[in-house]
């Protein structure tokens, strides 16, 4: 298995930060596209126009870029593989007990299909989206720009109760604004 940490957008959150603790728990290779091809854009080696269209999903030169980081990884590896395999013969025994508990067994993803708040600023999205934007269907549009590209955790493992939720489109910095899009909201 190996983790591929993706990001062309600064957000100041990245998935990363959630998936290389777990990846290094169970020991799992992984590469970071934050810490090798981002580093290099924001170098001006490359601008996020000429590796993605929508500022986090790699073109075909990202994708080529990304798919050279796996292969150096892999190849480290291969390179490396009798030294990896003595250090760990030890390890490989059993997987470690679990990072943590199943906090997302019963989750649910709420879209306009099976949620329906109200929506000051927002309207739902019932147009149907095909090819690779499939999974941008069902969510809600804001009237309003902004510049959001990523998940954010708004509550880990608190009260099981009926929590509300109230979502609010700030003014962003005129070159980063995008269309808003709420994709959905998982609920655990």
């Known amino acids: ?8 957008y600064d957000t100041g959150i990245n998935a990363q930060e959630y998936h290389n603790p777990v990846a290094d728990h169970y020991q799992v290779p992984h590469v970071s596209i934050r810490d090798s091809i981002y580093e290099e854009m924001k170098a001006g080696k490359y601008t996020r126009d000429e590796l993605t269209s929508d500022g986090l999903h790699p073109n075909d030169l ?7 980081e796996i292969i150096r990884l892999l190849e480290y590896i291969k390179e490396h593989r ?23 067994e019963n989750a649910e993803r709420l879209t306009i ?21 499939d999974c ?21 493992h608190g009260e099981e109760c009926i929590h509300t939720v109230e979502i ?5 910095h005129k070159e ?4 808003f899009y709420l994709l959905s909201l998982i609920v655990a």
């Open 168 to 172: 609010e489109i700030i003014e962003s």
């Open 82 to 104: 009798r030294e990896i395999l003595q250090e760990k013969k030890d390890e490989i025994t059993a997987l470690p007990e679990a990072l943590t508990g199943n906090a997302y």
């Open 1 to 8: 298995m190996l983790v591929l940490n993706n990001v062309f």
């Open 176 to 179: 980063d604004q995008v269309p």
């Open 113 to 133: 299909r099976n949620a329906f708040p109200a929506l000051w600023g927002f309207r739902a999205d019932a147009e149907e989206k095909t090819g690779h934007l």
């Open 62 to 68: 990202g994708h080529g870029l990304v798919a050279g």
């Open 136 to 156: 941008f269907k069902n969510g809600w549009t804001g009237r309003k720009t902004g510049d959001c590209l990523y998940l954010e955790p708004l509550l880990h």
